[in-house]
C-alpha cells in the first residue's frame, strides 16, 4: 500500500483511521455536549436533545464502540489474525446491550419528555430514522 515515514500502510490502515476519527469524535464531543447541558443549572431536570444528542441517545457510548473498530482495522492492517474481530464485536455488544445503553436508558425514563425523545431518536446509531 506504501509507507509513511517508514511505517508500512496496509490496506485497512487508513479507513480504520477514519473509523477510529469518527468514533473519538463522537465520544468527545457528546461528553462536552453533556456536561455543558448539565453544567447548566436551567436545564436541571431536562433532557438533553440539541447537538449529537439529536441523532443519537448515547452519542459518547456510540463513539467508543466505533473507537474500537477503528483501533481493530488498524491493528488488521499491522498484521494481527482477522478472528481478533472478537474484541469490538464484544465491546459494541456489551456497551449497547449489556452495560452501557441499556442501565442509562432505564434511568432516563424519568425525565419528562423522554416518551417523545425515545421515539424520533436512535437509541445506538446516529441518523438511523426511527419508523
Same mark, same amino acid.
Request: hydrophobic share 45%; aromatic share 18%; glycine share 10%.
Given at each position: ?8 500502510? @496496509?490496506?485497512?490502515? #487508513? ?7 469518527v ?11 453533556? !456536561? ?7 436545564? !436541571?431536570?431536562?433532557? #438533553?436533545?440539541?447537538?449529537?444528542? !439529536? ?29 481478533? #474481530? #472478537? ?6 455488544i456489551?456497551?449497547r446491550?449489556?452495560? @452501557? ?28 430514522? !426511527?419508523?
Amino acid at each position: 500500500y506504501g509507507n509513511i515515514f517508514g511505517i508500512t500502510l @496496509g490496506y485497512w490502515m #487508513i479507513p480504520g483511521a477514519v473509523v477510529f476519527l469518527v468514533g473519538y469524535y463522537f465520544e468527545v464531543v457528546g461528553d462536552r455536549q453533556l !456536561k455543558n447541558h448539565v453544567s447548566n443549572p436551567n436545564n !436541571k431536570g431536562k433532557l #438533553i436533545d440539541t447537538g449529537l444528542w !439529536k441523532f443519537t441517545r448515547h452519542p459518547n457510548y456510540f463513539g467508543e464502540a466505533v473507537i474500537w473498530w477503528g483501533i481493530y482495522f488498524v491493528l488488521l492492517a499491522g498484521g494481527i489474525p482477522w478472528y481478533l #474481530i #472478537i474484541s469490538p464485536i464484544t465491546i459494541t455488544i456489551l456497551i449497547r446491550f449489556v452495560s @452501557g445503553v441499556p442501565l442509562l436508558e432505564k434511568r432516563m425514563v424519568k425525565y419528562n419528555g423522554w416518551t417523545e425523545y425515545a421515539a424520533k431518536t436512535s437509541i445506538f446509531i446516529p441518523f438511523l430514522k !426511527k419508523r
